[in-house]
Each structure stands twice: as structure tokens, then as C-alpha cells.
């Protein structure tokens, strides 16, 4: 057994806010009040110290199988439980992706034996070519926890609109990256002053929004539960908005990086600042934490995109991919950039990086419930530090966070009961 003493016990679905103890026996929670004795139960110290729920991140790259070299199932789960996650849920752009049930339960029963719980994702179409469906039927008897074509959009309505139908019929969500090719001249960088300085055309803004629109009227029209993945542009809040008051069941994920970066950061970070969507202006950025604040972004997730060092080294002009790691970084960048302001209280955030998405997903997690799964996530809301190299445990440190100051620190993780991660502490 193991009983955490002491800890500001914050979960987002009960409400509760206090110090408290809790009790945990094999995987599960057994008792949580104010002063809880067991002789036979270790005991960790959480004086001073927030446990939330075991974060979730639903929208994680692990590049696993065909891109070992950036990132492996064991090297991402070992990057996600350094930073407080007990859950993620990886895209299905791998090679090859993952568009039948062989490769989806390869994924599956390599990830079995990894310290926290990897979910995966299966694609929409076939080859993620976005012109025939896969067998969506089968893929869901399989186990995938949802669909998407995450890192390129389905540009075809004909066959979004029949996509989501299907995926309503099986009670599952659709996750979209929404950049339409057609208004993209190059990817990676904000179409604008910056984009013209390096001499590239930049990704439009209207890229994002005109097929937002599109697939939250496609959603209306069928009542499928979508998912706006990596949300760059003010404008889309905006839509957004609009469309979950006509009733859309339409969900929206923002990074931590388009809620603390903008396409100014892409003249110093260079190609660790190119990620799809772009990096936009200071006003798209103070949007995207208007939409956080009112609820119309449901979650915060990473959307880690480990790349190799070599790769981003070709530059933003010669080819360097877009994306960035975030899994490790993930909460601190958070609360700094919107608690330490005074935009959002820490239970705000909390809330939407453990029950928004497991509510999206419809996983009987994020919350901390006597009878429920012990996925914890314990932290230092005050720990000040700076982001080095030597954090990362991802196999790739692509990242423009290198040298930031933040403010607060994951000191544990449990999964399933277990630590899984400790940083610089001990159990009694």
C-alpha cells in the first residue's frame, strides 16, 4: 500500500480543494480523508505539494512504428512520465500508419508492458490519403480509442461528411487537423512579416478557419463529436464559439506553445519554432487564453512531435519538419504562462489537462475517487527552474523552451499505484 500524507488534494470533477490524505492498495484508491494511519502502507510526503490527477494528454506523436529514430513507444512513455502524464493517446501518422487493425494491435500489445497507459489512435482513411474510409468498424472492435488523420486534413468534404456519419453510428470522436493545403504556401510559419523576412509564404490563418467552419457545420449536420486539434487562430475561437452554441459537439485542443510563443519566436528559435499550425501574432495568442478562460477550449494538450537533431538542423528555408517535444514541459509552461498572470486559477488548468480529456474520449479517468484508478500527478506549484537539455528524457530535444525560466515542477508520478517518476525524492 501506499499513503500519500499531506497533499492539496485538487481533483476537477468533485471539486475538491483540501489538504488531505489518500490511501492507495494495488492500482486502485482505496480512502481519502484528513488524517488516514497504515502501518503497513509507505508513505509519501506531499506537504506543500499539489496532487492532481494523473495528466492526460490527447494528442501525442511517439513516431512508433517507422520513425524510431526520433521517438519509440518506450522513450515517449518515459518522456510522458516525466511530465505528470498518466495517459496519452498517440496519433496514427506512423509508417506504416495506422489504418488496419494488424497495426493497430501491434501498437497495443507493445504498449502493454510500458509504466503508463498508451492509447492509440486509428486514421480515418486509408493511407491518410483522405479519399477512401478505412474499416472503421473493425479498427473500433479493436480497441482504438478514437480516428483522425492528424497532420494532414481531409480535404474532401464528400468524405469528411460521410466519415463523421460513421463515426457517430459507433459512438466515436474524430480529431482533425484543420489546414487546407490550398492556402498554405509553405508550412510551419505564420504567413506574414516574419514568413516574408525569411523569404518562405507562411501558413494563412484562413488555412484554419475556413475548414473549421466547414467540419463544424459537417459535425452539425450528423451530431459526430469532433475534436479542433492544436487551435492557432483567434478567428477559430471565435467560430468555435459560435458553433457550440448552435449545439456542435465540436471540442478544441491549444498547445502550451501557441499559448506562449508567437511568430516573433521563429527569428531566434529558428526551426524549433516551426510547428503546423504555425505560430501566430501576440493578438491570435491572447485569443487562444480568452478561449481557455471562457471555456470555449476544452483541453491543453502537447501534440509532441519529436524530431531528430539533424533534421531541424536543414533550417526553416531547407526543409527542417515542423514540430515540437512538450510532454516534459508541458505543465510548467501552463501554469506559467496562465496562473503566474492571474488568467486562470491551478484547478482551472488542471481540469483542462485531466478531465476535459478524458470527458472527450469518454475515459473513466481524470479524477481522484475512492474505487477509481490510482493516476496521480504530484507538483511543486511554486518551484522556479529553468528547461535544459538534461531535462528531456524524449529521444529528441527539439525544443524552443531551452533556457526558459518556469514555475512549477513535477515531483511525482503514479500510475496504476506505482511511482513510476520521482524527481530528486524519496518515499519513506
Not at 490511501?23 to 510526503?45: F, G, P, S, T
Request: hydrophobic share 40%.
Amino acid at each position: 500500500m501506499l499513503l500519500i500524507k499531506n497533499g492539496r488534494v485538487i481533483d476537477p470533477k468533485t471539486k475538491t480543494n483540501a489538504i488531505l490524505d489518500i490511501l492507495i492498495d494495488e492500482d486502485k484508491i482505496i480512502k481519502i480523508d484528513e488524517h488516514i494511519e497504515e502501518e503497513n502502507a509507505d508513505v509519501l510526503d506531499a506537504t506543500n505539494l499539489i496532487v492532481a490527477p494523473g495528466l492526460i494528454d490527447n494528442h501525442v506523436h511517439f513516431r512508433d512504428p517507422g520513425f524510431t529514430h526520433k521517438e519509440t513507444l518506450e522513450t515517449g512513455a518515459n518522456a510522458a512520465k516525466a511530465g505528470g502524464f498518466t495517459t496519452v493517446v498517440c496519433m496514427g501518422n506512423t509508417k506504416p500508419c495506422v489504418d488496419n487493425v494488424e497495426v493497430l494491435q501491434d501498437i497495443q500489445k507493445r504498449a502493454e508492458s510500458l509504466p503508463i497507459h498508451v492509447l492509440q489512435t486509428a486514421n480515418v482513411t486509408l493511407g491518410m490519403k483522405g479519399k477512401e474510409l478505412t474499416n472503421m468498424v473493425s479498427l473500433k472492435e479493436a480497441g482504438t480509442i478514437g480516428f483522425t488523420d492528424d497532420g494532414v486534413p481531409i480535404s474532401d468534404p464528400k468524405v469528411m461528411l460521410e466519415a463523421m456519419r460513421v463515426a457517430k453510428s459507433l459512438n466515436m470522436p474524430i480529431s482533425l487537423h484543420e489546414e487546407d493545403p490550398a492556402l498554405v504556401g509553405s508550412a510551419g510559419v505564420n504567413a506574414g512579416p516574419i514568413a516574408d523576412s525569411l523569404g518562405i509564404a507562411g501558413a494563412s490563418h484562413l488555412a484554419e478557419e475556413t475548414i473549421t467552419a466547414r467540419d463544424c457545420l459537417l459535425a452539425k449536420e450528423t451530431g459526430c463529436r469532433i475534436d479542433i486539434q492544436h487551435l492557432s487562430s483567434g478567428t477559430s475561437v471565435d467560430i468555435i464559439r459560435f458553433m457550440k452554441n448552435l449545439g456542435v459537439d465540436v471540442w478544441t485542443e491549444v498547445t502550451p506553445q501557441h499559448l506562449t510563443l508567437t511568430e516573433e519566436d521563429v527569428l531566434t528559435q529558428g526551426a524549433n519554432a516551426k510547428v503546423n499550425p504555425p505560430l501566430r501574432s501576440e493578438t491570435d495568442r491572447m485569443k487562444l487564453i480568452e478561449g481557455l478562460v471562457d471555456g470555449t477550449i476544452d483541453m491543453i494538450v502537447t501534440d509532441h512531435a519529436p524530431h531528430a537533431r539533424e533534421e531541424k538542423d536543414k533550417g526553416i528555408v531547407h526543409g527542417a519538419p515542423s514540430g515540437m517535444i512538450g510532454l516534459e514541459t508541458s505543465l510548467a509552461l501552463s501554469l506559467t504562462a496562465l496562473v503566474e498572470p492571474g488568467f486562470m486559477k491551478v484547478e482551472d488548468v488542471i481540469e483542462k489537462m485531466t478531465l476535459k480529456p478524458a470527458e472527450f474520449y469518454r475515459m473513466d479517468k481524470g479524477t481522484i475517487t475512492v474505487g477509481k484508478d490510482a493516476d496521480l500527478c504530484i507538483f511543486d506549484e511554486n518551484e522556479q527552474w529553468i528547461i535544459s537539455e538534461a531535462d528531456f528524457h524524449s529521444k529528441s530535444h527539439n525544443s524552443p523552451f531551452i533556457g526558459r525560466r518556469v514555475k512549477g515542477r513535477v515531483r511525482y508520478t503514479i500510475c496504476g499505484g506505482k511511482i513510476v517518476y520521482s524527481h530528486n525524492q524519496e518515499v519513506a
